[in-house]
């Protein structure tokens, strides 16, 4: 008798972790699943089609003569080597106000059509004008120095480029969070309460070195939520966008901002630089063996001299968009694999499996709730909806199974439906932005 009532006792108090994932899925209506997927397949879709209008600028500035023409001013008023700047300059000009329609498509009438975008046409342009400035001025002086090494080691420029490229990163990954992103908006500090207490007692219990919070404008371009973390070593920012906190809850922030903590904690930025490198040195060995094939086998009109010709510069850049199109798999498993590392981590922490799965639905009105295991294995930078939730659940079941208090075998179910009842009508988003 005694092992019967143990038995049964164990089946009533179970909690179902595949039950529960279906249930939270099942909460996302099946048009507006179906809507967000194709909004996202057409995002992978744009990586090919966008490396393409690359391709054909690039070749466009070739094959017209515009490259060699341009060469060929600078050149015949300044030294060789200071040449390199203004072409670079005017090259970055040229080809964002060619690349202009493609990009106003991708990133403002796409955007509206799904409903995700905030922004007016004119503050869409202001972005557009600022990002030239910044990329223009960043970019010039960047690749000229890259430029300057190619010219002087044309055999072994890919070596101290790829060490170049190492001090880049790092610099921009610790100046953009200061100087460039308040440029797009504004930065200030979280205010007192119960949400800034809960992120600094878990960054205090987790030993991470912040003492503030600070909330961006995110709503100034989208509605999605958002947050991140910068920093390198013994300094850190905690940001989150004010779009999350309209629309998420406590338990949802406190799992998101604990994920932020774990790319921090698990050394994401430092990892971040070491596999940037690597993949700017096999570039740079790819365009080196590159660039001379290309260049013999298509540029008989191009009157390229050798890779230290910056009429070249096209060409350079066209290898390398190759390359980095083809490697676009590997670059999103080495995201995913520390979203995943992030998401175990933030779970540990926030100790908040509803709020990770319900903020999971959240992130869907983006994401492809359920894509299918190959298209998340080779396309997805983070895991899908469906992932998240199931990892959620299973490890809810695990801490009820262990006898953890702070869990029950209740579900968010009413707020995971609430989700996508206030999908915001882009329509009188547009107008609400006007
Ligand atoms: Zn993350």
Redesign the pocket.
Known sequence: MAIVEFLSMAQSGAFDAAEATRAYIAAMPADQAAQTANYHEGQIWLIPIGAAVSLVIYWLLLQTGFSKGLRNKLEGTMPKWLAVFPYVFVFILVTSILVLPFEYYVSFVREHAYGLATQTTGEWALDWVKGLGVGSLIGTVAFGLLFLLIKAFKRTWWILGTVASAAFIYAMMSLSPIYIDPMFNDYTPLEEGELRDNILGMAAAESIPVDDVVVYTSSDQSNRITANVAGIGGSIRIALGDTMIEQAELDEIRYVMA??MG?YTLGHTTRGIIFLTSMAFAGFVFVHFGFGWANRRFGSKWDIRDIGDIAGIPLFLAVLTVFSTLLTPIQYNYIRI??VE?DEYGLGVSREPDGMATSALRLSTYRELEPEPWEEFLFRH?PSGSSRIRMAMEWKAEQLAAGATDQTTELQLERARSVFAEEPDPVDEAEAAN
Do not use: L, Q, T, V
Request: glycine fraction near 14%.
């Open positions: 994920h932020e790319h520390g979203e992030a983070h």
